[in-house]
């Protein structure tokens, strides 16, 4: 069984950088194919996907948040941590972690973290 | 970058219903689409992938299709359990996109 759980902060002051951690299991980072991505969503908004990595450790950021993002893995930890510098009240919302699998191009996501609901205010 | 519109945004509907929610691509993606339903405070969940293909344990009263970049969820008779928002998502290059989303409401 996969899943997944994002874990982080709730509240973030603006300007300060997010680190937000997803551990997952049922699947290893390290096979073939398999890739994590963070998409986020604000209150009563639409989903828009920020990041993802995959097994081979390639890595591909929504463009126009590409100079704040950073996203990584610990694949010994079953981990994939996103970082976001300068945080802004525009930032809040729910993160989410999200499993795909590249078989023949497929990139949906079909196992998604809970969600980490992070509020940015001063 | 490729731009997803759903309509409609809202839709009312009864239990027993068919309901169709579509989604247009603004360039061609072939049948690189899936679709997804969210639930309050609950995170996505994905139901059709490929554009019409099931995922596994999702109820066959949900389908899929595509006509050249216009894509149509069909839920063939709406249960209690689907009064739910619909996304559609691209994977055809990057950046991935998600539409707006539809609210399906009880009438």
């Known amino acids: 069984q996969v899943t997944l759980r994002e874990s982080g902060p709730a509240l973030v002051r603006p300007t300060q950088t997010l680190t937000l951690t997803c551990t997952f299991s049922?699947?290893?980072?390290?096979?073939?194919?398999?890739?994590v991505s963070w998409i986020r969503q604000p209150p009563g908004k639409a989903l828009e996907w920020l990041a993802r990595i995959d097994w081979d450790d390639d890595k591909h950021y929504l463009r126009s948040l590409k100079t704040r993002l950073t996203i990584s893995k610990d694949t010994s930890r079953n981990q994939v941590v996103l970082t976001m510098t300068n945080m802004d009240s525009v930032d809040t919302g729910t993160y989410y972690c999200?499993?795909?699998?590249?078989?023949?191009?497929?990139?949906?996501?079909?196992?998604w973290g809970q969600g980490a609901l992070v509020t940015v205010s001063s | 970058d490729i731009e997803m519109t759903q309509s409609p945004s809202t839709l009312s509907a009864s239990v027993g219903d068919r309901v169709t929610i579509s989604c247009r691509a603004s360039q061609y993606i072939d049948n690189w689409l899936a679709w997804y339903q969210q639930k309050p405070g609950r995170a996505p969940t994905l139901l059709i992938y490929?554009?019409?293909n099931l995922q596994g344990g999702v109820p066959s009263r949900f389908s899929g299709s595509r006509s050249g970049t216009d894509f149509t969820l069909t839920i063939s008779s709406l249960q209690p359990d689907d009064f739910a928002t619909y996304y559609c998502?691209?994977?055809?290059?990057?950046?991935?996109?998600f539409g707006q989303g539809t609210k399906v409401e009880i009438k």
């Open positions: 998502q691209h994977y055809n290059g990057y950046p991935w996109t």
């Open positions: 049922g699947f290893s980072l390290a096979t073939r194919g398999m890739c």
């Open positions: 999200a499993r795909s699998v590249a078989a023949g191009g497929n990139f949906f996501f079909d196992s």
């Open positions: 490929g554009a019409s």
